[in-house]
């Protein structure tokens, strides 16, 4: 089953085609990485599959909803982890994990339940009473993608989850999110290619606006003539293959 | 119902749990409560200066102390927009109804707690108990909704750097010069003393004196300019904020 069908999804401010006539398919529970350069329009894809900016022309449906039509539900279904950490500084974690369940429309008792389990999955028991502010940015986002996952989202886009942590503290967090493969569909953006390659189960990579190629890591590698995903992904990008 | 209780409970812990609203929201009046009390009373009763006595200068602090809700409201308002938190809020089932209440609700029962506070303190500076204290303290109610209103709307033009300057220099002083407060309006006149009539401040103050003193029927015009005030500002911040949002993402 399909869990993300973009049909000719196009995004354009005046004159500037920031999202050219997208044709995207996620299957569920996939972890779906989507690479492109600064400006490739990657951003805005995922801002318009989120209900945040409605696209000028074209469609995308999540789960059977669409974006354009059934915006509340599918902002039900939905989760986004953004690329700045996105804690209530003030708030300690628990509180932060509560308070998300909250305004997703959990009961209290069900927040808690939940609050529990995501300081039990992603290791946070012993800061769970800590502010959010006084964590070190790893820790900030552990705590920002469990928030993204306590309203048990079908759906959840990770924007740049890793961006200027330290090598120990990505990995950390890759093991975390290496535990949801399978079980939740996962849209990935990042730079570090290396984290595509290792997390994901297929890549997209966007270029101008367009979707210029997709597959497995290797099919990537293969389709441009490398054993270097790098390479690849440069030869692809900039229309080399 | 529930979610714009837990995004208002959110927004009260933020709120209370920054060093600077107990500073600037309970001590601060406090201190300058304080202070014009010990020159009051230092003033020889000759001089005939009744302007900071504790009937006169506690309706003109607790006023004074409510334009810091505007700082809180500017506060949490704009850092929620300037950061990637609000992009978290814009994806959730959040609607823009929620957001306005969700940031005004904790803002009531800290601006009552606030004026409480400073009648409270007045008592040791010779304030008598009359029973006209509730309704004094009561009159306050528009003002803070005036003040909330004014820091929804700086809340969604600034960033959070500019709130604090405009929020906390700008507002609160003009609050403090236009509301007859720290010196009599009257005695300057002119065009600065139309300028004042014109703006809520002063009104906000006078409504607060006369309930103290229990004139209640110069009450009712004060408080009808005040509520007219917040009425505008407040429709003008949530079709702003609502504009605001849009753009945001």
Not at chain 1, 13 to 29: D, Q, R
Request: glycine share 6%; proline share 3%; aromatic share 8%.
């Amino acid at each position: 089953m399909l869990a993300i069908k973009t049909n000719n999804l196009t995004k354009k401010y005046k004159e500037k085609t920031v999202v050219n006539n997208l044709n995207l398919s996620v299957n569920k529970g996939e972890m779906y990485a989507l690479l492109g350069v600064n400006g490739a329009g990657k951003s805005t894809t995922i801002k318009m599959l989120s209900c945040l900016i409605k696209p000028t022309d074209g469609n995308a449906e999540l789960m059977g909803k669409s974006i354009i039509k059934d915006e509340t539900a599918v902002k039900q279904i939905i989760s986004v982890s953004p690329q700045e950490t996105s804690v209530a500084p003030n708030l300690t974690v628990r509180e932060n994990l509560e308070f998300i369940a909250g305004i997703f429309g959990f009961s209290k008792a069900e927040a808690k339940a939940k609050a529990t389990k995501m300081i039990e999955d992603f290791d946070m028991a012993d800061i769970e009473k800590s502010r959010a502010k006084t964590l070190s940015g790893g820790w900030q986002r552990r705590l920002s993608i469990a928030m993204a996952l306590i309203s048990e989202p079908e759906i959840v886009f990770l924007d740049e989850p890793t961006l200027g942590l330290d090598v120990l503290a990505r990995r950390e967090l890759w093991k975390h999110i290496e535990k949801l493969k399978g079980k939740i569909t996962i849209i990935l953006t990042t730079h570090y290619l290396e984290e595509a390659e290792a997390l994901s189960d297929r890549i997209g990579i966007m270029a101008k606006g367009v979707l210029k190629a997709e597959g497995t890591a290797n099919e990537l590698k293969a389709k441009a003539g490398t054993e270097d995903f790098e390479e690849a992904f440069i030869r692809i990008a900039e229309d080399e293959v | 119902m529930r979610r714009t209780l837990v995004f208002a409970g959110r927004n009260t812990k933020e709120i209370i749990r920054d060093i600077f609203t107990l500073i600037f929201g309970i001590l601060f009046p406090l201190v300058l409560l304080v202070l014009l009390s010990a020159i009051n009373n230092s003033i020889p009763k000759e001089a005939g200066m009744s302007l900071f006595d504790i009937n006169n200068l506690l309706p003109g602090v607790a006023v004074f102390g409510l334009s810091f809700i505007s700082l809180f409201t500017a506060t949490i308002v704009s850092k929620d927009r300037c950061t990637s938190f609000i992009l978290r809020l814009f994806t959730s089932p959040l609607k823009p109804s929620q957001y306005i209440v969700g940031y005004t609700l904790p803002l009531i029962p800290i601006s009552l707690m606030q004026t409480i506070v400073c009648y409270i303190a007045a008592f040791f500076m010779g304030l008598e108990y009359t029973p006209n204290i509730f309704p004094a303290i009561l009159v306050n109610i528009p003002t803070a909704i005036l003040y909330i209103a004014l820091g929804l709307l700086c809340g969604t033009i600034f960033n959070d750097k500019m709130v604090g300057g405009v929020c906390g220099a700008l507002l609160t002083n003009l609050s403090a010069w236009l509301s007859s407060t720290w010196f009599d309006i009257e005695l300057i006149g002119g065009a600065f003393e139309k300028v004042a009539n014109l703006l809520p401040f002063i009104h906000a103050v006078k409504a607060g004196r006369f309930a103290l003193s229990g004139e209640f029927s110069e009450i009712l015009p004060e408080i009808l300019w005040v509520s007219g005030y917040a009425l505008v500002i407040a429709v003008i911040a949530v079709v702003l904020f609502n504009y605001k949002m849009k753009q945001d993402k």
